[in-house]
């Protein structure tokens, strides 16, 4: 599965950004895709998940702000980021994983995409 993130910029604080990632490739066996970011200097962190069910886990530091959807038929992923905040900066990548359920560790997650760097400025 390859996966192709796109949609970063630079934005005002309370601002809004929508990230979208498109996976393709001749085995889609992935059951649940993910949001993680990467701020200069700071470990991975996860954002959010959605599984092939519909359901939805947001991290407690973007719930309310972000919203994370799915279309099936066209294999994307999508997250819209409203209220954005300077601590939102960073590098945001998109993932997919074979399991059922959603998981913030990162290494459950087999597929990753390139990455799209998200900046908020104050």
């Known amino acids: 599965v390859q996966l192709q993130a796109s949609g970063g910029g630079l934005v005002q604080a309370g601002g809004s950004l929508r990230l979208s990632c498109a996976a393709s490739?001749?085995?889609?066996?992935?059951?649940?895709m993910a949001w993680f970011r990467q701020a200069p200097g700071k470990q991975r962190e996860w954002v959010s998940c959605?599984?092939?069910?519909?359901?939805?886990h947001y991290a407690d530091s973007v719930r309310g702000r972000f919203v994370i959807s799915s279309d099936n038929a066209k294999n994307t992923v999508s997250l819209q980021m409203t209220s954005l905040r300077s601590e939102d900066t960073g590098v945001y990548y998109c993932?997919?994983?074979?399991?059922?359920?959603?998981?913030?560790?990162?290494?459950?997650?087999?597929?990753w995409g390139q990455g799209t760097l998200v900046t908020v400025s104050s």
């Open positions: 993932a997919a994983t074979t399991r059922r359920l959603c998981h913030p560790d990162y290494s459950r997650y087999e597929y």
């Open positions: 490739g001749p085995n889609m066996d992935y059951h649940a």
């Open positions: 959605i599984n092939s069910a519909g359901s939805t």
